[in-house]
């Protein structure tokens, strides 16, 4: 079985392990979301996949296992791993930089193409994969230049090109563990020990997938229930019936690809309709689509299963009927929060963990003369831009605008510190 979304490219690596193993997911998550080409072959689903492991004499090692294309074999890996075994730039190679970027979708690569093409020395650093939140987006139909749509996935990797034509360091995956104020300097600490010095700095860590509260959920997450769109799993969906949880643009166009796949797609959704939160052009597509239903003023309130998930509970939220459907896949997406915690409380943000900007900074937390810029913290030389901005649009062309906009201030910022 090849994944959906890198089947037209020879795999890299091959993946063998059981169809529910959380950490067999989670290795598909990464490889997906960094575009890396792979097969998975499943334990649960024919024979091919044991006489693989026999061929290797793998059969009593760890699941799962990864395969790379060179024949060099890994026992459950860690993401960390497999990533070093595939040659990722992990890690940072200078210590010193104009500028530094925390977080690679359309907000961060943005700064990174501008602050790279302008002449600044420029680190991007990403915890899990370049393309953020979009790119896992199937097609999105409704950003400048692409009358017929483009993918996340492609939108990403010609940003990436793009970064790296100007010099730009991608580090990926590497996590930013705290952040601290050295003098004029913005000091990033990262996972693998090492600090980064930069002059100035662009939030753009966008949001994470937020967790829906119901009993059964957090057990079986990683074994049926998954967050955000989750492409990984969606060839396995194969003949399933899958249901999407949400009401959003990022559940509809996940409700779209997953239809590519399953048997059926279901849409629930607490409100009577789409919208309030949904762009017309997904409305218009998912009505059309023969093999989606929508389940309107209904809600989540339970998962049932033991190994895997098995049934999911559904409350109608207008006439408290609670209705068990079985299911094998649940895509939630019911919203997302920020990811500050690295932040350190350094920057003002605001009740939701937002990163307060420009005139949204409460008067005592700006410390200088001048006004801040319209997209600077609370601390001057720091610059929020995407998703983890409070007051963001959560589109992929204001997130593209607010990046590219945020090297036109770091200019303005360095010049009155020079060094």
Not at 103 to 130: D, F, H, I, K, Q
Not at 355 to 380: F, K, M, Q, T
Request: hydrophobic share 45%.
């Amino acid at each position: 079985m090849t994944d959906p979304e890198t089947s037209a490219m020879e795999p890299h690596v091959t993946l063998i392990g059981h169809r529910w193993a959380r950490h067999a997911h989670e290795l598909k998550d990464f490889l997906g979301g960094n575009r890396v080409p792979y097969r998975w072959l499943d334990l649960d689903r024919g024979a091919e996949a044991q006489r693989a492991l026999d061929a290797l004499d793998l059969t009593e090692a760890p699941l799962p296992v990864a395969i790379l294309h060179d024949g060099v074999a890994l026992a459950d890996p860690s993401v960390e791993h497999l990533a070093e075994a595939l040659g990722m730039h992990a890690h940072a190679a200078e210590r010193s930089y104009d500028l530094g970027i925390v977080g690679a979708g359309p907000a961060g690569l943005a700064a990174a193409v501008y602050g790279g093409s302008e002449g600044l020395s420029t680190v991007l650093v990403e915890a899990r994969a370049t393309g953020g939140q979009a790119g896992t987006s199937s097609r999105i139909e409704n950003y400048l230049g692409f009358p017929d749509g483009v993918s996340g996935a492609e939108l990403a990797d010609r940003a990436v090109a793009q970064a790296r034509k100007f010099g730009v360091e991608i580090v990926v995956p590497q996590r930013v563990t705290r952040l601290e104020l050295d003098g004029a300097y913005k000091v990033l600490h990262l996972a693998d020990g090492t600090a980064l010095n930069c002059r100035a700095l662009v939030i753009a860590s966008g949001v994470s997938s937020k967790t829906l509260h119901a009993p059964g959920l957090e057990r079986l997450a990683g074994a049926g229930v998954y967050y955000g769109a989750a492409t990984s799993e969606a060839l396995a969906a194969e003949g399933e019936h899958v249901f999407v949880v949400g009401s959003a643009n990022s559940a509809g166009q996940g409700a779209m690809h997953f239809s590519r796949f399953a048997e059926r797609v279901t849409l629930i959704f607490r409100g009577p309709d789409l919208a309030a939160h949904m762009s017309q052009y997904l409305i218009d597509r998912l009505a059309a689509a023969p093999n989606v239903d929508l389940m309107p003023c209904s809600r989540v309130v339970g998962a049932v299963g033991e190994e895997h998930l098995e049934v999911i509970r559904v409350e109608n939220v207008a006439t408290g009927e609670v209705a068990g459907h079985p299911a094998a896949y649940p895509f939630i997406f019911v919203g997302a929060e920020p990811q500050i915690d690295w932040l350190a409380g350094l920057v003002a943000v605001d009740a939701k963990g937002y990163v307060l900007c420009g005139s949204d900074i409460p008067a005592p937390n700006w410390p200088r003369g001048r006004d801040p810029y319209h997209l600077e913290s609370s601390v001057p030389g720091i610059f929020a831009a995407g998703d983890a901005r409070h007051g963001s649009i959560r589109r992929v062309a204001g997130a593209v605008g607010e990046g590219s906009t945020c090297v036109q201030l770091v200019h303005r910022y360095l010049a009155e510190h020079p060094e």
